[in-house]
T-cell receptor, first 111, second 113 residues
């Protein structure tokens, strides 16, 4: 069975540009989470979907971040416009219950 | 505010030299404590979930234990392939199916042959 996949693996953009990250969860997993690790810090929760509905957005840094989950399948996280402090590794995880399976992450570098 | 503190930040062992990693946590309404392993350039890989004080789980050379304030990850006779960053995370009672995780910074383990 395929695991959680994320695309792209690495993105380098300039400040002010827009970037969209994609996550494909494990098939059948209703729960989808986004997390972010900024250099030198711990991995931090961003938001949680159950199917196509946002259940918890308490970790989203500001309104430059927009997450969607089309039809309860894949999810996208758009950053517009990107700022320098948005650089980090963005992880997606999916689950049926408690145990979360993580994707390999997208490394975002904002110059 | 929920908090997870891992120690040490880095640990270097010789192959076969057993040791323990510590995870101290402060959370109201603990729902579960998780240990993950992360290799460079990869996402966290699930190892264990512990739910209540006194619980223990084992997998190969790893054993995780839980008390009301901390968890230990014991590594017995480690091998070089056990080298990785070990992450501890907790989830609290947020209602419904929301098991959002609060992570520690991790312990970077290096096992020399």
């Amino acid at each position: 069975e395929a695991g959680v996949t994320q695309f792209p693996s690495h993105s380098v953009i300039e400040k002010g540009q827009t970037v969209t990250l994609r996550c494909d969860p494990i098939s059948g997993h209703d729960n989808l989470y986004w997390y972010r690790r900024v250099m030198g810090k711990e991995i931090k929760f961003l938001l949680h979907f159950v199917k196509e509905s946002k259940q918890d957005e308490s970790g989203m840094p500001n309104n430059r971040f927009l997450a969607e989950r089309t039809g309860g399948t894949y999810s996208t996280l758009k950053v517009q416009p990107a700022e320098l402090e948005d650089s980090g590794v963005y992880f997606c995880a999916s689950s049926q219950a408690v145990k979360q399976f993580f994707g390999p992450g997208t490394r975002l570098t904002v110059l | 505010e929920d908090q997870v503190t891992q120690s040490p930040e880095a640990l270097r062992l010789q192959e076969g030299e057993s040791s323990s990693l510590n995870c101290s946590y402060t959370v109201s309404g603990l729902r579960g404590l998780f240990w993950y392993r992360q290799d460079p350039g990869k996402g966290p890989e699930f190892l264990f979930t512990l739910y209540s004080a006194g619980e223990e789980k084992e997998k190969e050379r790893l054993k995780a234990t839980l008390t009301k304030k901390e968890s230990f990850l014991h590594i017995t006779a480690p091998k070089p392939e056990d080298s990785a960053t070990y992450l501890c995370a907790v989830t609290k009672d947020s209602g419904g199916s929301n098991y959002k995780l609060t992570f520690g910074k991790g312990t970077l383990l290096t096992v020399n042959p």
